[in-house]
């Protein structure tokens, strides 16, 4: 298991606390209809953390193509029809490039400096020039107005219970997830992230906003800076 992360529930649990059983039976949301409104059609896509295949089978039934990593083989196990690369990606380096590089699931908000550092330098480093990268960000209320739930409309109970500081701006976020016959869990070690230190962080791996694409600022859409 990665520092500060845990995970409970039936089957296998990935080294940062996700459930993998629990992600096979999540429902896509609206991820693909903002990343095909965002993105050429028929792109290649380069999806950093792709998990069970939640998304990924939704585009490919988009016509994109896609490349699939995720460092958990239990999770890949579960994609069909993409190629799938079980990597750590934050070191990744496939030595080719992509129309567009996808990094969601909050992924950027890691609680390790190195490691987003490593994401985010992942992500320049596979975009075609005049590609785009995909990022989802943490919500303006993620960490606070806790607890609090949501029952999704497919019939489990999503609640976040906490997120409590740990020092040096990182917060260990604890969610639940029941269902009417298992219940999960997860805790993680999350850095909230200003709109500025956001793009800071971007600029660092030589990459800026081109465009929020959602109004709540999750989505973002950037581009590789010209050195």
Same mark, same amino acid.
């Given at each position: %298991?990665?520092? &500060? *992360? /845990?995970?409970? &529930?039936?089957?296998?649990?990935?080294? +940062?606390? $996700?459930?993998? /059983?629990?992600?096979?039976?999540?429902?896509?949301? +609206?991820?693909?209809?903002?990343?095909?409104? !965002?993105?050429?059609?028929?792109?290649?896509?380069?999806?950093? &953390?792709?998990?069970?295949?939640?998304?990924?089978?939704?585009?490919?039934?988009?016509?994109?193509?896609?490349? @699939?990593?995720?460092?958990?083989?239990? #999770?890949?196990?579960?994609?069909?029809? @993409?190629?799938?690369?079980?990597?750590?990606? /934050?070191?990744?380096?496939?030595?080719?490039?992509?129309?567009?590089? %996808?990094? @969601?699931?909050?992924?950027?908000?890691?609680? +390790?400096?190195?490691?987003?550092?490593?994401?985010?330098?992942? $992500? !320049?480093? *596979?975009?075609?020039?005049?590609?785009?990268?995909?990022?989802?960000?943490?919500?303006?209320?993620? *960490?606070?107005?806790?607890?609090?739930?949501?029952?999704?409309?497919?019939?489990?109970?999503?609640? #976040?219970?906490?997120?409590?500081?740990?020092?040096?701006?990182?917060?260990?976020?604890?969610?639940?997830?029941?269902?009417? +016959?298992?219940?999960?869990?997860?805790?993680?070690?999350?850095?909230?992230?200003?709109?500025?230190?956001?793009?800071?962080?971007?600029?660092?791996?030589?990459?800026?906003?081109?465009?929020?694409?959602? /109004?709540?600022?999750?989505?973002?859409? @950037?581009?590789?800076?010209? !050195?």
């Amino acid at each position: %298991m990665r520092e &500060g *992360h /845990e995970g409970t &529930g039936p089957g296998a649990i990935t080294p +940062d606390g $996700c459930a993998v /059983e629990f992600y096979s039976r999540l429902p896509v949301g +609206d991820e693909p209809d903002v990343i095909s409104a !965002a993105v050429p059609a028929g792109a290649h896509i380069l999806e950093l &953390g792709s998990g069970v295949g939640r998304v990924t089978h939704a585009l490919l039934e988009r016509g994109f193509t896609v490349t @699939a990593v995720d460092e958990s083989a239990e #999770m890949l196990e579960r994609v069909r029809g @993409a190629r799938t690369i079980r990597a750590s990606i /934050e070191t990744l380096d496939l030595g080719e490039t992509f129309d567009v590089v %996808m990094l @969601a699931s909050y992924l950027v908000h890691s609680g +390790d400096l190195e490691v987003r550092r490593g994401l985010l330098r992942t $992500c !320049a480093r *596979h975009v075609d020039d005049g590609g785009y990268v995909l990022i989802q960000r943490e919500g303006a209320d993620y *960490h606070t107005n806790l607890p609090r739930e949501r029952v999704d409309p497919s019939g489990f109970t999503l609640r #976040m219970v906490s997120s409590e500081p740990v020092g040096d701006g990182v917060n260990s976020v604890r969610a639940e997830y029941e269902f009417p +016959d298992a219940v999960w869990t997860q805790t993680f070690r999350a850095r909230p992230l200003t709109k500025e230190q956001f793009e800071e962080a971007l600029a660092e791996a030589g990459l800026r906003v081109d465009r929020y694409l959602t /109004e709540d600022g999750i989505w973002v859409r @950037a581009i590789r800076v010209e !050195a």
